[in-house]
């Protein structure tokens, strides 16, 4: 196995267990890898070490939007929404190439509802007051019907028409932090289980974590360690003797893949229970979503249930009658840590974060969690944590992440993409898809294809992906299986085809790259398809694979 994956990405665990670092990050989720890229760009030394792969929970499980939360207004947590507010237009600075904005319609089925409505829609402007996008402003019925011909909601009077944004590859945000982290000087490593803490009496010294590749465990050293693990941060915690436990509560976000119904992102809400919920368009399909249900099983294979997609289909179909069971693509299911209590209804718990000094909560000193937090609100959470680390670390060292563009921004120009399409012998759709996933850094991939001749055959017949793509995700961006490369460095496994005809061409190309013999090829073919099979354990009769 090579250990080394490429430029950039250093996974070298002998070198890791021969320093002592700064500060060593457990998790490489969004929160994760923002407090990575953070703190590398303050100078730190740091580690991130994650279990799966970068973005593999719940970032890439999300309902991929960046967006204040207009649902949080309800909950009067008004400090929540105007975070996210700042942070949303501090994105489309620094990753324009990746964020997007995105018109939403919320229909309105009584006057007394609009009236409510109206207060709403007018405080989140007040919220975003230094905002780029739009304004809202009411559509009449006429108006609505024109913009969404499909919609067939009962009572319908008009709707509102506001802006937020869609990032339609989380997986990409998480793993430029990444990327600009290991640029910086950052130690990189996936597929690294932490399995234990290591004390120096009071202190949190280090940690013991697993190559789980090859079944090596190594200790590293460390002053300071962020256990920023989303759903699994609990397991981190009980590796210590005693711990005050915070209140956490895990939920469930499920989402379903179907046929193209809406133009514009939608907010529904739903008549079972009056939750909001969305049908966004994504990637010439819809996105509809979510559910928000207490979870307790394996954290590992958190999958949709019938009674989710019953949930979901019943209350869209309130809206858009077509939509049928058959038709649902495959479906996501993400979990959520919430900072909140067990108490009460699932969907009334806060999303505002908490950060943790267990050298206050539990006189164990060089420790801190991470608990909660949204997408939106990822580089301010990660701004506060390391602010903690550098006191703690006696450093006076200021955030640059608000103004430091992240590595692939920004993206070609649109008049632009005809151009490198015609230079490099690439139909304008693959150069367009390219420039969408990796913006700037889409010619380091079409580096590789003017290299390699099959560089620029496609990898699927249901996406514009191509070989390249995987040479490049292998040997600059960390992808060391073929679920890295399938789910999170490309677009493939999130096609309706899933990705399941391209899996045996993907991982004999990453196989001829790191060594893998026939046996691991066929075991990495296999472990693909049984990710795959827990999306579509929802239908009727599906078992266990």
């Known amino acids: 196995m090579v250990n080394n994956t490429g430029a950039g990405i250093k996974r070298d665990f002998d070198d890791f267990a021969r320093q ?48 204040g939360g207009l649902r949080y207004l309800r909950q009067l947590e008004f400090r929540l929404v105007r975070q996210d507010m700042r942070e949303r237009e501090v994105l489309l600075r620094i990753a324009p190439h990746l964020v997007h904005p995105l018109p939403f319609l919320i229909p309105m089925t009584g006057y007394s509802s609009r009236m409510v409505m ?33 919609l067939q909601l009962d009572g319908l009077i008009g709707s509102y028409l506001y802006y937020d944004c869609q990032i339609p590859f989380a997986e990409r945000l998480c793993l430029e932090n990444v990327l600009s982290a290991a640029e910086g000087g950052a130690s ?24 789980t ?88 294979t958190v999958h949709a249930e019938a009674s989710d997609v019953d949930y979901l289909l019943t209350e869209v179909r309130h809206a858009f009658p077509s939509v049928k069971e058959e038709e649902i693509f495959y479906t996501t299911a993400g979990l959520r840590a919430l900072a909140g209590s067990r108490s009460g209804r699932a969907s009334n718990v806060s999303r505002q974060h908490r950060v943790i000094d267990h050298e206050v909560t539990d006189s164990v000193k060089g420790f801190i969690s991470v608990v909660g937090g949204k997408i939106t609100g990822y580089r301010a959470i990660a701004q506060e944590v390391v602010d903690l680390v550098c006191r703690k670390l006696g450093l006076n060292v200021p955030c640059s992440t608000a103004e430091a563009r992240l590595p692939g921004a920004p993206a070609a120009r649109q008049g632009k993409v005809a151009q490198v399409a015609l230079d490099n012998g690439l139909s304008v759709e693959t150069v367009a898809h390219l420039n969408a996933l990796y913006g700037s850094r889409l010619y380091q991939v079409l580096e590789l294809a003017h290299n390699d001749a099959r560089g620029s055959q496609t990898i699927c017949a249901h996406s514009p992906d191509i070989l390249a793509q995987i040479w490049h995700a292998t040997q600059m961006e960390g992808a060391l299986t073929v679920n890295d490369f399938l789910l999170r460095r490309s677009a493939i496994g999130l096609a309706p085809c899933q990705g399941l005809d391209a899996v045996e061409t993907v991982a004999r190309e990453m196989g001829r790259l790191l060594g893998w013999s026939s046996a691991e090829q066929e075991r990495q073919v296999k472990a693909y398809r049984s990710s795959v099979a827990l999306s579509q354990r929802f239908r009727a009769g599906a078992i266990d694979s």
Not at 227 to 244: C, I, K, Y
Request: glycine share 10%; charged share 25%.
């Open 20 to 67: 002592t670092f700064d500060l060593v990050v457990v998790g490489g989720g969004i929160i994760g890898t923002g407090i990575v890229r953070d703190a590398t760009l303050r100078g730190l030394k740091t580690l991130l070490l994650e279990k799966e792969d970068f973005a593999y929970g719940t970032t890439s499980r999300s309902t991929r939007l960046i967006h």
């Open 118 to 150: 109206a207060l709403g829609m007018r405080l989140y402007d007040i919220l975003s007051y230094d905002k780029s996008l739009p304004s809202f402003r009411y559509l009449s019925r006429r108006e609505t019907l024109e913009l969404e011909p499909d």
């Open 188 to 211: 990189i490593a996936n597929h690294a289980r932490v399995t234990d803490l290591l004390r120096d009496g009071d202190s949190v010294s280090g940690v013991r974590v697993e190559d």
């Open 213 to 300: 590749l090859s079944g090596e465990v190594y200790q590293i050293a460390t002053r300071l360690l962020v256990n920023a693990a989303g759903p699994w941060m609990g397991r981190v915690l009980d590796m210590l003797d005693h711990h005050s436990a915070p209140m956490l509560r895990t939920t469930k976000g499920v989402h379903l893949l179907t046929p193209h119904i809406c133009n514009n992102a939608l907010v529904l809400f739903a008549r079972a229970d009056g939750r909001l919920f969305f049908a966004i368009p994504w990637q010439g399909y819809t996105l509809i979503g979510t559910t928000d249900t207490d979870y307790s099983g394996d954290l590992d």
